[in-house]
Nanobody
């Protein structure tokens, strides 16, 4: 069964940096896009960043623009999220999502990131 697995969550200090990883276990050429989303208690899930897999064009959410960056190992179906200048408000469960060709998508289980002051 094809899976999406996040890793790298943990506790980070305010102002620090941290990296999350997401691995898609299926065929990388089935990927249309991969992205990160996050959800804090009492809030809706929001976009962090999403990358088009064919051209690497990336869209970032407003709250992380300029602080977070994504990179990939395309043939490995792996997406990284580099988080810089972390704020308490970045505390959330971070989810990876793979959008598949021609349609459909898979969510990971999520990984908790807690930013401590």
């Amino acid at each position: 069964q094809v899976r999406v697995a996040e890793s790298g969550g943990g506790v980070v200090q305010v102002g620090g940096a941290h990296t999350l990883s997401c691995v898609f276990s299926g065929r990388f050429f089935d990927i249309y896009a991969m992205g990160w989303y996050r959800q804090s208690p009492g809030k809706e899930r929001e976009l962090v960043a999403v990358m088009n897999w064919s051209n690497a064009l990336t869209v970032y959410g407003d709250s992380v623009q300029g602080r977070f960056g994504v990179s990939r190992e395309a043939a490995e179906g792996t997406l990284f999220l580099r988080m810089n200048r972390l704020e308490v408000e970045d505390t959330a469960v971070y989810y990876c999502h793979v959008e598949l060709k021609p349609r459909g998508g898979i969510w990971g289980q999520g990984t908790q990131v807690t930013v401590s002051s």
